[in-house]
């Protein structure tokens, strides 16, 4: 018996092969629809999101030129949605595009204090970022907000990248009026700016005419940028009011002399008298800052506070998609009774320009917008790299072709953006900048101020994907992360607006800024912070004048005991006449040989100084030391000073026990001036 034959066998091996290529086929088929609709899907969200950012971008930028917020009137404490025009009439009727000047520094100041609050407020949740580009339409950077009367912000506005100055006193914002010599009286003369001129000229003012230069209307502090000529017995006039031009500058130097405090009006007269060749000024500046010192700020500008940069806040894009829209409005003025009376919106002669900017979502293609007055663009997603802190290693190299360029810097605190730096507190900070490592480590620093006051180096090593140096691919954009360390020993500087600088450099070591050094591949130096907690001042009393018989009046030669006064302040705001008033002053220096220090306060009103009261300090053995002293001192007003905005001075005086009561003489150990309001009329 022969058994059947079987057969089965290949047919199950075809069987076995079908099964696998259909199987093949129908995963390579899911495969492709799995990441067709991945891709439909992710263009679909990139959409939706780019559409929402659109929308989100128009609706915020008309929110803010188009209505008050709610409440109208709102105030920081209160506010429950932004908005930026003036409340005008009955029932909280508003002006579109007239900005209030208080609402909008008020919006800058939570940018910058609590970023994520009005993030959150505009834009209804955390899903994208906001930024905010604050300029002038028709003048240069933020000059259009300079002198605008306040009613409700007292303290200065910081925007990421600069300062807007705040006179608590007199309710403005501080204004900073700059004119070139050689705009207003020509004869351009360069002989001399090999040692720094601005603009690169001077103008040789012998037998210059008279010059009318437009002006804010009241107290100004007047600063003249002159060639040092000691033995010069030139004057200048500003509105007929006389001053010496070379007192107490240094031959041959070209640097800053402050003139005086004087009262202007909406012009100014400027000119000179008893003139010789070679007598040379370099530019004049007219502000109402108090504290601002043209000899200590801005140097590479010469002293010039108007940097022609927007008013930056909030969070500066750093990869996605960006949705931008430009709103304009007119800066408003505060109401007089006669305007409430007629109803009449006083404005400015300023036009606002604002940035509104959201970004974040998918990158992706940039699309066209249909709106004129929105774009958008796109940018790289940044890879997210260290710097890591390094010890002393300080070597910067000249002639190496920069591979770095430094595009924003943003210090965190808990809550997001956060620009406040505490002495003793470690901060993080973000880098964002565009290049490669050239094969070698990069190496930044921080500084605050100059290169005195270092508070952070670090390296970042050369990541392991980053191309080799020439390849036309080998410019990456990175979001580095750093630590600052401030050191309080190290920074022996007052509470308030500083300025922190960034240097980079490809090889060797960490640079020092300028004039120090200016070797560095790339450096930031437009990043504004607040200081706190650097300097411990020492408390001591300051005993009033209490004899029955005026003290001994003198300036002797300064024994630069002194050696600068930090603030002056009245601890109640303004002065009230016929009342007891204190003042607070912080200063730094010792008592010198005599252990002693008398301090003089006058208040000037037009050119008329009267003394208001007297004190003296007494420490002994303090000298040869660096000292930081706080103390108050307290005097009555008399009723003669008129009421109004004023200027209130202290005078040092560390010699023999005498009183200085001459801010004008050149043997002033130290001079502190600041604006003050006298009420009690």
Known sequence: MHSLPVKMKSKGQMFTWDMIFGLTLFLLTFGITISIWDTSYNDLRSSEDGYEMTWLVETVGDQLVRTAGDPPNW??????????????????????????ADKLLMLLQDLRSNYTKVRDRLLGSGTYDLYLEVSCLNSTGLTCLQGIPLQNVTDTVGCNNQPIYVNRPWKMTNSYEWHEAEDLWGNNDESQCAIGCSRGNLSAIHQAPDAHVPSKKGGHYVWVRVLGNPGGGAWIFIDQTAYPLYAGTSGGIIDWKFLGTQELGYEAVIGFNDTAAGDMVDA?????????DPRRDNRDRYGNPNTGKPCEAGLKPAGGEVHTVMKTGIIGLPPTALDRLTGREPVGDGIVQLRVA?????????RISGETTTSTTTTTLRKAIDCNPIADKDMCVSDKPSVITMENTVLWGAGGPEYTLTCGINKDVTINWVGNHGGNPNYFAFFVDDGRYMVGKCKSDVPANEVPPGDPNGDYEYEMNCTLWPDPVALPLPNGMHTLIVTAENEGGFCYPSPMNDSYDAVMDDINIDLTGCLNYNSIPCQKWAEGYPPPFGCLPASDSVGD????????????????ETVEVKWEGDHGPYGHVQWTFLVKYGSIYDTVGYCHSDVVGDTGTLNYYTMECKFTVPGSIPCGPQYLYAVAEARDGRYCKEPDNPLAEAVKIIGVTVDGC
Do not use: F, K, P
Not at 77 to 87: A, K, P, Q, R
Not at 568 to 578: H, I, P, Q
């Open 358 to 366: 959201v970004w974040g979502g998918r990158e992706r293609t940039a």
């Open 565 to 580: 006064i930090h603030s002056l302040n009245v601890l109640g705001g303004a002065l009230t006449r016929g009342q007891e």
């Open 75 to 100: 105030a920081r404490e209160n506010v429950i949605t932004y908005g930026l025009t003036e409340e005008s009439g009955a029932y909280g009727q508003t002006e579109s595009r007239i900005i209030d």
């Open 284 to 292: 004049l500046l007219l502000t109402t800052d108090q504290s601002y």
